[in-house]
């Protein structure tokens, strides 16, 4: 009897358990009770090196399903591989992060992307950083705060531990909502200070852009969007112009454009290019490789119904490029040339 009490009580204590024995004690066990299922779990994968910027720690469910995993890694072109997933589909990530947070979510969870100014560079040159990714049971859903306080602790500290020297990162109370503005005010804003000076396609809706200056940070990742305020509840951000700055960035990238658009055979899915609702430039910024990508979401049901067409969205590209690239003291700016390749229809 005492056995059978211990077993159907283990799910209201397992929690802590897992935050004193895994992940380097470095997860609190009200985020873990607020992720993880209730239901019995066991220790599936607990590799800890901090202070080599290293860790992966899988909790899982007694058939084997996930029910949390959290992911530290270091270094430059495994960075690269490991974010190809998040660059599959031509739809930007959820920055669900605090502003000053370089993270965001993608379709399979809560992602951060340091840079480590203590520990220089590279053989080949490029900036050393951190890579964080936390997943819960959940994929598809919102991440939860929870699950963002748990990409954040694991973060700071391998930060800590391997002497990285970023920035301490807040844990966040609650994921980060849409902020927009009228775009009478894009002149007082960092990133979207270029949308003051372009002549803007009219919003199909009918209603007035409005802009969302949605910078996850400095860099590696800055962005900003146009919003339809007819679009949901509050409006939501229809047309996407981003920038992502390091080495890492050229393989997602060239994934990404592979997997999404039809471009004749005599030529590849490297460097610039202009899509039906899709576009890349690219550039050097302090050494290393940075794209920057204009996305364009579909309306409705129907990809044809875009609020931009490509051509519409070239020159707002070449606009966002052009101003990253002075922002940041970028060179080699290489932009889209004005053909409009179609989207691939798989």
């Not at 502003?99 to 340091?114: E, N, S």
């Not at 919003?203 to 007035?208: D, K």
């Amino acid at each position: 009897m005492l056995g059978f009490a211990v077993d159907t009580a283990k799910p209201l204590w397992q929690h802590w358990w897992f935050a004193a024995r895994m992940c380097g004690g470095t997860l609190a066990s009200a985020d873990l009770a607020d992720v993880l299922p209730d239901e019995r779990l066991q220790k599936h994968t607990d590799e800890v090196s901090l202070e080599g910027g290293g860790m992966k720690c899988v909790i899982s469910t007694e058939d084997d399903n996930r029910a949390l995993s959290v992911d530290v890694m270091s270094g430059g072109a495994g960075i690269g591989r490991e974010l190809d997933m998040s660059f599959t589909i031509p739809d930007e990530p959820n920055y669900v992060f605090p502003d000053g947070t370089p993270g965001f979510a993608d379709q399979f969870g809560a992602v951060i992307l340091q840079e480590c100014p203590k520990l220089g560079r590279d053989e080949l040159g490029r900036k050393q950083r951190l890579l964080t990714r936390a997943i819960g049971p959940n994929t598809s859903d919102e991440p939860s705060p929870a699950l963002l306080r748990i990409a954040a602790s694991a973060a700071n500290a391998a930060s800590e531990k391997s002497g990285c020297g970023a920035k301490r990162l807040p844990l966040p109370e609650r994921v980060a909502e849409l902020e927009s503005r009228p775009l009478s005010q894009a002149a007082g804003t960092k990133e979207c200070g270029w949308l003051a000076d372009v002549r803007l396609p009219k919003n199909p809706s009918g209603r007035p852009w409005e802009l969302a200056e949605r910078s996850a940070g400095d860099m590696p990742i800055t962005s900003c969007a146009l919003v339809d305020p007819a679009k949901g509840k509050g409006g939501a951000p229809v047309v996407e112009f981003s920038g992502w700055f390091g080495d890492w960035t050229d393989e997602p990238f060239e994934t990404l454009l592979a997997a999404n658009v039809d471009y004749p055979s005599d030529r590849s899915a490297q460097g610039p290019l202009m899509a039906e609702d899709l576009g890349r430039a690219t550039a050097l910024c302090d050494g290393e490789a940075a794209n920057f990508q204009a996305y364009s979401d579909p309306r409705a049901t129907d990809p044809s119904d875009r609020y931009v067409t490509g051509a519409q969205l070239r020159p707002l590209l070449l606009k966002f490029a052009t101003e990253q690239s002075r922002i940041h003291g970028c060179s080699d700016l290489k932009l889209p040339g004005k053909t409009v390749y179609p989207m691939s229809e798989d």
